[in-house]
């Protein structure tokens, strides 16, 4: 049975709203992977569609005063707060560790709550058996790339020796990435201090505010795949891909044009509100 009691960190602006019993899930060895709106919405796309195809549960809902202050219209004319959500895909016979699944329709935008976000994320999940974390995104270009190389950057060495033997990712990501801002990157560095192994898989992708990449996002899919036996049918992605691509092509608009009247000082708003 969901709790329905919210929990809040009186040093953080960020509410969680359990939607499971921790005791009840029994988790002992779990990966946490993120895939939270950034360039091109590369991580998004994958991981949505892995919750979507694999039927995971959705297990919590992080909220906070800090992300914006507005709320999208869905299509059944109901509204919907912002919210990141975490997701959980039990492990199976060939699927060796649980799977935490953290999506959502933003990430913090400014640094401390970012900051926040993260340490309370990593509290979390450690609860729940959390021993190494994987974050996704996007490396953006002046053009659309043919063929999306997929780089990698980790906490340790030994994590991206482990996942190179699995699968073909570049680690020679100095020179070629600059800094990783947001929860991708975030979250990778503190769960260096909290001893959590972790890896930032990052795709080349378009680099405009109204591109959505879908094939660096395909190109992401496949090498999650591998890494953690999904058994995705990767021959049959189109008619899933453009649903998902539509909705959050949808959000992707409503957010930008929250943003576009908020840099602007004499504007005349198009909501009511």
């Not at 919907?80 to 959980?88: C, G, R, S, T």
């Not at 509290?123 to 997929?150: A, F, N, R």
């Not at 891909?241 to 908020?262: C, F, G, P, T, W």
């Amino acid at each position: 049975m969901a709790n329905k009691e919210d929990k809040k960190n009186s040093n953080s602006s960020w509410r969680i709203k359990n939607l499971a019993k921790s005791s009840t899930l029994n988790l002992k060895d779990s990966v946490l992977i993120e895939g939270l709106p950034g360039i091109a919405n590369v991580g998004k796309i994958a991981i949505d569609f892995i919750i979507a195809q694999k039927k995971a549960k959705k297990i919590a809902e992080f909220l906070s005063y800090d992300l914006p202050h507005s709320v999208f219209i869905k299509e059944n004319n109901l509204v919907e707060l912002p919210k990141i959500e975490l997701y959980l895909l039990n492990k199976t016979k060939k699927m060796k560790d649980n799977l935490l699944l953290l999506s959502g329709d933003v990430q913090p935008s400014n640094e401390r709550p970012c900051y926040e976000f993260c340490e309370m994320l990593i509290d979390y999940t450690k609860k729940l058996g959390c021993k190494e974390i994987v974050t996704t995104g996007g490396i953006g270009l002046p053009k659309i790339p043919k063929s999306p190389k997929i780089y990698c950057t980790a906490n340790n060495k030994q994590i991206i020796k482990k996942y190179k033997e699995i699968v073909k990712i570049n680690d020679k990501t100095y020179g070629v990435v600059g800094p990783i801002v947001g929860v991708t990157g975030l979250l990778v560095g503190i769960a260096s201090e909290h001893k959590i192994p972790a890896i930032a898989l990052l795709t080349e992708t378009f680099a405009h505010p109204m591109y959505l990449g879908m094939s660096s996002a395909r190109n992401l899919l496949n090498v999650l795949n591998q890494m953690f036996c999904l058994e995705i049918d990767m021959n049959n992605l189109d008619k899933e891909i453009e649903d998902l691509e539509n909705e959050i092509m949808s959000r992707v608009e409503q957010l930008k044009q929250i943003k576009d009247n908020q840099g602007k000082k004499d504007h005349k708003l198009n909501y009511i509100g």
